[in-house]
């Protein structure tokens, strides 16, 4: 009987212990989230008071991507070409650029070591049946095994269109990889301007992001020194760029990607380096 009680109370002991754990748990991360508001409204004045409104819908409040790795896979490129084109004979055209080319005259698509690809297509080769270009444009991306949304969608030409699409990589953008698809008379004729991550990324080693508070100085730092002029930040967004060497080692690399009315960036999340971006991206 004794010994039951003296259990009852360690019981009790224990759960009086975990529930202060608890509420010391909770109440520290309400005190890290209250600093965290609190630095960025203070980041946001700084903003405000050099005429930069922040009129972005949503803004992320911490960078929740994560580096990886890439090594150039050939055995996909070949896949890829034959996705497109069936039966291919490969060319090694130097400096390790590779062209496939059908054997049965439906057209070639080339690959380069830094992810940049093409593709020119005969006549009959890839018709468009059906589908709409932009549906077609992403069926046929998801079929060479990489998930893409559509930028832009436009007419070329008297009855041709151009799809630009852009890929993705577990649902955050890759804002440097990027292709066009012309279609005309109801056919895909080429890829243009493509650039596509080389192989399957692999995590690498983890490192502390920079904050959404010092992206925000930052960008009003650099934009400063190159005397870019903008009054409003029109969207705020986390995503990645894809770089790669001649020797076909990658990196997917986080970035906070701002956008103004004028021009857009995008700040390394590891290195909090910031870097213009091609206008043809933003949204």
């Not at 212990?17 to 980041?43: M, P, S």
């Not at 830094?114 to 549906?135: D, N, R």
């Amino acid at each position: 009987m004794q010994w039951s009680r003296i259990k009852t109370i360690i019981l009790l002991l224990l759960a009086l212990v975990n529930g202060f754990l608890l509420v010391l748990v909770v109440t520290r991360e309400g005190e890290a989230a209250r600093r965290q508001t609190e630095t960025i409204e203070a980041a946001v004045q700084i903003l405000q008071q050099n005429g930069i409104q922040i009129e972005a819908e949503e803004i992320p409040q911490n960078m929740e991507l994560v580096p990886y790795r890439v090594e150039r896979n050939r055995e996909s490129e070949k896949q890829i070409a034959t996705t497109f084109l069936g039966e291919t004979e490969e060319e090694n055209r130097g400096g390790d650029v590779f062209r496939y080319v059908s054997t049965e005259g439906k057209g070639s698509v080339q690959f380069h070591s830094g992810g940049e690809f093409s593709a020119i297509f005969s006549t009959g080769a890839v018709p468009l049946g059906e589908e709409e270009p932009q549906e077609h444009a992403v069926r046929w991306m998801e079929a060479i095994g990489m998930t893409c949304e559509v930028l832009e969608c436009e007419p070329e030409g008297e009855n041709g269109s151009r799809v630009l699409l852009r890929q993705q990589w577990e649902g955050a953008p890759i804002y440097s990889c990027t292709a066009e698809f012309h279609y005309s008379n109801q056919e895909l004729r080429s890829i243009t301007n493509g650039r596509r991550v080389t192989g399957t990324p692999g995590r690498d080693e983890q490192a502390v992001p920079v904050t959404l508070p010092t992206v925000l100085i930052r960008f009003l730092s650099y934009t400063s020194e190159w005397g870019d002029v903008s009054s409003q930040i029109t969207r705020i967004e986390t995503g990645y760029d894809f770089s790669a060497s001649l020797t076909g080692t990658g990196r997917l690399t986080p970035v906070w990607r701002i956008d103004t009315e004028t021009k857009s960036y995008e700040i390394d999340a590891l290195t909090g380096a910031c870097t213009r971006t091609e206008d043809h991206t933003m949204q």
